[in-house]
């Protein structure tokens, strides 16, 4: 978007929009995301991660996102007025998921406590920008909100990098110590016949 900004200034509100209606849909796909590996570990609540997300966010998108959308007096209120309440509702979800996942014990591990931690606070900077610029003059706020942006983009991914990286080493032939004092190929094939051998006693 920087280099839209400074290459063509002229496209710039319109590419912009279409950028900021893509991220609304990606988002709520993290939010998806976030859903389904909360209950992972319990088969019978797999999906009530997912009804969650849904039911949420369908509803609060008929009853708090759609009339400002609807009744707003001018473009900018209707598009900051949803972008703002589309922001809120995410927090919403995100705060519905954790407790039902803290109601039925579940462990949400490192990688989904990163995952949500980062994305409260990517929205929470963003809904306190929407505010602002809904309260302040533009002029007065463009500055502000140009820095800010960046800043919540880049404290998410920092969070999510830390929650989500994961080193371990790739394993090579010479980490695996032959099995009976065979080549780990050898074993392979031999595990790989037992294999086949099993599956047709299985289907027997």
């Known amino acids: 978007m920087y280099l839209v900004y400074w290459l063509d200034r002229p496209a710039y509100p319109s590419v912009y929009w279409i950028y900021f209606l893509i991220s609304i849909l990606v988002e709520f796909s993290v939010l998806v995301e976030i859903s389904d590996h909360i209950f992972k570990n319990l088969p019978a609540l797999r999906l009530l991660g997912r009804a969650v997300t849904v039911v949420i966010s369908l509803g609060l998108a008929l009853i708090y996102i759609l009339p400002v959308i609807l009744w707003s007096s001018g473009r900018r209120p209707a598009l900051l007025g949803f972008a703002l309440r589309a922001s809120i509702t995410k927090i919403t979800v995100l705060a519905a998921l954790f407790i039902v996942a803290r109601y039925y ?62 080193l371990a080493p790739e394993p090579s032939g010479d980490m695996i110590s032959p099995f009976g004092g065979r080549s780990s190929k050898d074993t392979a094939l031999e595990l790989a016949r037992l294999n086949n051998e099993l599956s047709k006693l299985l289907e027997k």
Request: proline share 5%.
């Open 105 to 166: 014990a579940s462990a949400l591990g490192k990688p989904v406590a990163g995952l949500m931690l980062g994305f409260s606070i990517y929205l929470g900077v963003n809904v306190a920008n929407l505010a602002a610029s809904m309260t302040y003059a533009p002029g007065q706020y463009k500055q502000f909100l140009w820095v800010m942006t960046p800043a919540a983009y880049t404290l998410c991914l920092f969070v999510w990098t830390i929650s989500l990286w994961n």
